[in-house]
């Protein structure tokens, strides 16, 4: 692990913070030295998450930070402008370190994809981090003040999914949000990176059939599936002044170039319905979230 407490003197505001990635970026955050404002959707396990981050002095002499818990939407504008404000209130400054790591997913195959379900994933997933940049950026610039904002992607916006149009497109766009937010902000002392997962073992995957994670591990060139905290290590480092000239960056966390998810994927167009289904349980292994929880 790199060195400790790179962040002693950031407060870091990371949505999604109640489960999966979020809540391990926030811990991983806090064990850098940061203050962390925890938001998620559900009140109650950002508590959790704040809980989780709460102990005693650290070899290192440094006394716990204060953390605080917060309860959004991301996908709504005027909800995303209050967290900001509610943050900067608390912790009488605004946020220097922003990670937006929301996301939901709703798997469909495209002709079958309900309008609901496209509108839904681009409301909370990219929407959603345009919203929560946009007010973090417009905090920072106000009162002057430098930051990195990282914007959690995946490797499927990359590459494409079977079964995940919705969810390739919104996390494509987050790629190509953060690429102008970053020339736009620069100016400001404000960078703005990407972060790319793969394969990473989150609760989701424990729904997942083990033949069919077997089958995913055997694809990885590394020989294992990621841990959240191979997220989190990134994030910090980004997050931290070791990353002071990167900006516009897509760092993938994958243990090499993500595999065709769908083993057969020039055959799929004949397969019938019943058949195509039985590989979803496959690309949920590189969604962040719970596929039906807004976060």
């Known amino acids: 692990m790199a060195s400790q407490l790179r962040l002693g003197t950031s407060l870091a505001l990371v949505t999604g913070a109640g489960s999966g990635l979020g809540r391990a970026i926030s811990v991983r955050l806090a064990r850098e030295g940061a203050a962390v404002a925890a938001c998620d959707l559900d009140g109650a396990a950002a508590q959790e998450t704040v809980r989780l981050m709460s102990w005693p002095r650290s070899k290192e002499g440094a006394f716990p930070r204060a953390h605080a818990a917060f309860q959004t939407d991301v996908s709504e504008a005027g909800a995303a402008r209050r967290l900001l404000e509610q943050v900067q209130a608390s912790f009488s400054r605004p946020p220097s370190v922003v990670v937006s790591c929301a996301g939901i997913t709703r798997d469909e195959f495209l002709i079958h994809m309900s309008e609901e379900d496209w509108d839904k994933v681009i409301a909370v997933n990219l929407k959603g981090i345009f919203l929560v940049t946009r007010a973090a950026a417009q905090a ?5 003040c430098h930051g990195s904002i990282i914007n959690i992607s995946s490797i499927i916006g990359k590459v494409g999914n079977v079964g995940q149009t919705n969810y390739a497109a919104s996390k494509a766009g987050v790629i190509g949000l953060t690429q102008t937010v970053a020339r736009e902000l620069g100016r400001y002392g404000i960078r703005c990176n990407s972060v790319l ?28 599936m990621g841990d959240p905290e191979d997220v989190a290590d990134v994030v910090a480092f980004l997050a931290s002044e070791d990353s002071g000239y990167i900006t516009g960056a897509s760092v993938e966390v994958t243990g090499t170039e993500a595999p065709e998810a769908g083993a057969g994927r020039e055959r799929v167009e004949k397969w019938n319905p019943e058949q195509m289904r039985k590989i979803v349980p ?12 807004r976060v």
């Open 140 to 144: 920072l610039v106000s009162n002057g």
């Open 197 to 224: 997962p793969g394969f990473i073992l989150t609760p989701m995957t424990q729904k997942v059939p083990q033949k069919v994670i077997d089958k995913v591990t055997g694809m990885i060139p590394m020989g294992h």
């Open 282 to 293: 496959f690309h949920r292994l590189v969604s962040q979230g719970n596929p039906r929880r």
